[in-house]
């Protein structure tokens, strides 16, 4: 498993268990708490997996501002990671780099439809005409953080939403009948292309060798129809 969920509500108690202390950086010190919160969370689930390789907890820093890669998670020698958060969840991922490039993930509340109907002439495409409903639109929104976090370190460049292509998932995203007691949760495989200056940075830095540009996206859903959804993408 390289994949760690933490509750944002369930720091207090997994703060204990951890075998390093979690501090928070200078430029969070006055945060809300939210995002305090969430930032710790995040270190929670990194720290388990730097337990889980046996690598000394150095509280991944972040890479500083004249970087290239500047705020983004600054991983262990030898390992690729990511780290995501919303409203309530916490996720981190990290992967010996031998085995891949590098690794996005990213999770979101699925979009009500009044903000889906807001930003989805933002996040879409025009040949993604198969997104029709709020999950679909919350699967590509995620989806496409994840390809752009799993970019971003290698490229180390913008890579915007009209960049990238998300092919429609077979079968289809259909919401399912859920039960009162627990959340339903579905998963797919996704695939995407990326466009033409995308494409020629892909090309220039792979060669000829590129990585199949696939990923996963997982849903949970509430009786509501509320939830949320986590994507990933390994290159």
Known sequence: MDCIFISLNSLEKVLPLLSKPLILP???QSAVEKRQRGYLTGRACAQF???KYHMPWDGLPMYPETHPLRGAPQWPMGFVGSISHSNNLAVARMCPKPNVHSVGI???HILSQD???QVRSQILHPLETWVKTPLELSVVFSFKESIYKALNPLLKRFIGFQEVIVY???PKLVPETVSQQRPLAN???LSWRA???LNKDLKAY???HLPPFTGRAQWWLRPNHKGFVFTTCLL
């Open 26 to 28: 200078p430029h969070l």
């Open 49 to 51: 997996l730097y337990e």
């Open 106 to 108: 990213d999770t979101e």
């Open 115 to 117: 903000r889906a109907l």
């Open 168 to 170: 429609e998932p077979t």
């Open 187 to 189: 998963q797919c495989a």
């Open 195 to 197: 466009e033409s200056t």
């Open 206 to 208: 792979f060669g000829e």
